[in-house]
Each structure stands twice: as C-alpha cells, then as structure tokens.
T-cell receptor, first 117, second 112 residues
Framework: KAGVTQTPRYLIKTRGQQVTLSCSPISGHRSVSWYQQTPGQGLQFLFE???????NKGNFPGRFSGRQFSNSRSEMNVSTLELGDSALYLC????????????????FGPGTRLLVL | DAKTTQPTSMDCAEGRAANLPCNHSTISGNEYVYWYRQIHSQGPQYIIH???NNETNEMASLIITEDRKSSTLILPHATLRDTAVYYC?????????????FGEGTQLTVNP
C-alpha cells in the first residue's frame, strides 16, 4: 500500500506570496493532519481534517488554512508569506473510523520544504 | 496530554541494543505511549505504541513499567541507519483528536 504523498517536495517563495501544499493520505485513511517543523519551534500541530471538516486546530494565525476533499486528499494554504514560515510542512494520515475508537496511528509523509525569501 | 521527558542525546555501538528511556509520570489511565523517529529532514516514522503491556514488532520492543510512569524503547541490534531523533509521545483520548504533541526527542547516534 502506498504511503502518504506530499507535493511539491520543495518550494521557494518570496514574502507576501501565498502557497498551496497538497497531501494524499494512505488509501482508506480518512483523517489528515498537518504539522509545521522549524529548528526553533520543533514539530507543531497545525490542524486536522476528517470527512472534509476541520476537527482540530493548533495555535497558528489565520493565514494558515486547509481543506479536505471528498476523496480525503487535503491541501493547506499559507497566505501573505513571512520569512518565519520557512519550514518543513508535514502531513499525516490515520484511519479514524469514528469517535470512541481506540487511538489510531498516524503515518507521516516525506514533507514539503518551503523556503521564503 | 501528559508531558514526556527524554534524554537529549544517546550513543550506541552498531550491533548492540539501544535502550531509549522516556518518563511520563503524569500519564493517565487511558493514554497511550507512542514512539516515532525522524531521520534528518524526513517525515517522522511510526515505530510502536502501547497502553500498559509490553509490545514488540519487527522494528522494536516497548517496555512500559507497571505504574506506567516510564517506558523504554529497545532497538535490539542497532545499525547506522537507526541514527535519528526518537520521540516519545503520550497521546490522550479523542478529545485531543489526532493531534500529536512532539517534544525535543532523543538524538540517537549509532557509531560503527
């Protein structure tokens, strides 16, 4: 079974631009989470989508947004890019069959490395 | 979610067992212990998880103390490719959704 895929793998943008990153979860997985990793802040949770609805959100400004499509694929968007948005953006998917289930393991993709100049 | 404490770094000789400790003294009864690792600039890789019993899979073993306040991840025969940052994560119920809270982790260096 193919793993989580993310596109593009590398991206260079300039301040003020906006960017869209894409994530395809493992086949059959319905939950997609996004994380940002920087040297200073480590790995931080951005948001989670399940059944096309945002289920959970981390402490990031509104410039960071996401969505999920009916096929569970997800995109995240960052508007008005700042230098501090340079990071590795990671997507993770899990089965998440429904509330009350035991913990569902998350599997990560390779990430998209964004450089903002 | 309970906070975890891990050593910043550890070294291990190739072919020997690597034992990575994790303290999670505030863990509650329904929280799981998860281990991930991240090789430089790659996405975190799931290793193993457990609730209270010891667990083993093809990658590693997880030993959880009886009081569940600490655990140890064991890589039985470490190789150079096991050099990575290892994260111990305690994960709560569905109230936290699928959010994983990563700490600083342990940098494991396997030496030839």
């Amino acid at each position: 079974k193919a793993g989580v895929t993310q596109t593009p793998r590398y991206l260079i943008k300039t301040r003020g631009q906006q960017v869209t990153l894409s994530c395809s979860p493992i086949s059959g997985h319905r939950s997609v989470s996004w994380y940002q990793q920087t040297p200073g802040q480590g790995l931080q949770f951005l948001f989670e989508y399940f059944s096309e609805t945002q289920r959970n959100k981390g402490n990031f400004p509104g410039r960071f947004s996401g969505r999920q499509f009916s096929n569970s694929r997800s995109e995240m968007n960052v508007s008005t890019l700042e230098l501090g948005d340079s990071a590795l953006y990671l997507c993770a998917s899990s089965l998440l069959l429904g509330a009350g289930r035991a913990q569902e393991t998350q599997y990560f993709g390779p990430g998209t490395r964004l450089l903002v100049l | 979610d309970a906070k975890t404490t891990q050593p910043t770094s550890m070294d291990c000789a190739e072919g020997r067992a690597a034992n990575l400790p994790c303290n999670h003294s505030t863990i509650s009864g329904n929280e799981y212990v998860y281990w991930y690792r991240q090789i430089h600039s790659q996405g975190p890789q799931y290793i193993i998880h457990g609730l209270k019993n010891n667990e083993t899979n093809e990658m590693a073993s997880l030993i959880i103390t009886e009081d569940r306040k600490s655990s140890t991840l064991i890589l039985p025969h470490a190789t150079l490719r096991d050099t990575a940052v290892y994260y111990c994560i305690v994960r709560g119920k569905e109230t936290s959704g699928s959010r994983l809270t990563f700490g600083e982790g342990t940098q494991l260096t396997v030496n030839p």
